[in-house]
């Protein structure tokens, strides 16, 4: 969250891929959990339409920038873990879910 970019500090935990949701606001949901959820069900959702539609293709490299969260959610990682962080006054926050 500090470096306002997405993915910067991907591979620091040793995870092989990594999906984030950007600067949520809690507003917007009320939980930081229940922005997790929702991160997660546009991530399979909105991504998984445009693989089913062929619009992308998840066997072009040039195609995963679009697809890449779904891609990541449906791999055959074995492990997966998700981090949090909200900003001091806990009303916007950002997550990393990473993949082992």
């Known amino acids: 969250m500090a ?3 997405a993915h910067s500090h991907f591979g ?3 995870e092989r891929a990594q999906n984030s949701g950007l600067t949520f606001s809690l507003t917007w949901q ?6 997790t959820v929702a991160f997660l069900k546009m991530m399979w959702d909105d ?3 445009l693989v089913t539609s062929g619009e992308r293709d998840p066997n072009k490299n ?6 890449g969260h ?8 074995k492990s997966v873990a998700c981090g949090i962080s ?11 879910i990473n993949f082992y």
């Open 70 to 77: 779904y891609l990541n959610m449906k791999g055959s990682y």
């Open 30 to 35: 009320k939980t930081a959990s229940a922005s």
């Open 86 to 96: 909200l900003n001091a006054d806990s009303t916007k926050g950002w997550l990393n």
């Open 12 to 14: 620091d935990c040793g």
């Open 47 to 49: 991504e998984k339409a």
């Open 3 to 5: 470096a306002n970019k």
């Open 62 to 67: 040039e195609d995963y920038p679009y697809i």
